[in-house]
């Protein structure tokens, strides 16, 4: 089993800057991905940005050049930088790890942009 514990969201004006992070309770040896996802209300949950163990990235269109995704193997944290924050952002963000052994989410945090 892993747990995944995220923090920093919160309420920020468009055009704002916010960081998540999430730190898994250990580290996997096998080939792997973490990462965010984000579901709004009423919308299915969608992918942000990912990355592997190996350092390949993966962005979902609406977010590329304004988030930026940031792994450490060795703390088994990945973070997530925000800028430019539009209220389309809005959503519940949740952190992932998935390998071949497993498929883990962590709690959410509560990411909202005001106009």
């Known amino acids: 089993q892993v747990q995944l514990v995220e923090s920093g969201g919160g309420l920020v004006q468009a055009g704002g800057s916010l960081r998540l992070s999430c730190a898994a309770s250990?580290?996997?040896?096998?080939?792997?991905?973490m990462g965010w996802y984000r579901q709004a209300p009423g919308k299915q949950r969608e992918l942000v940005a990912t990355e592997t163990n190996g350092g390949t990235t993966q962005y979902a269109d609406a977010v590329k050049g304004r988030f930026t995704i940031s792994r450490d193997n060795a703390k088994n944290t990945v973070d997530l930088q925000m800028n430019s924050l539009k209220p389309e952002d809005t959503a519940v963000y949740y952190c992932?790890?998935?390998?071949?052994?497993?498929?883990?989410w962590g709690q959410g945090t509560q990411v909202t942009v005001s106009s």
């Open positions: 250990r580290g996997i040896a096998s080939n792997n991905a």
């Open positions: 992932n790890l998935r390998y071949f052994g497993g498929n883990y």
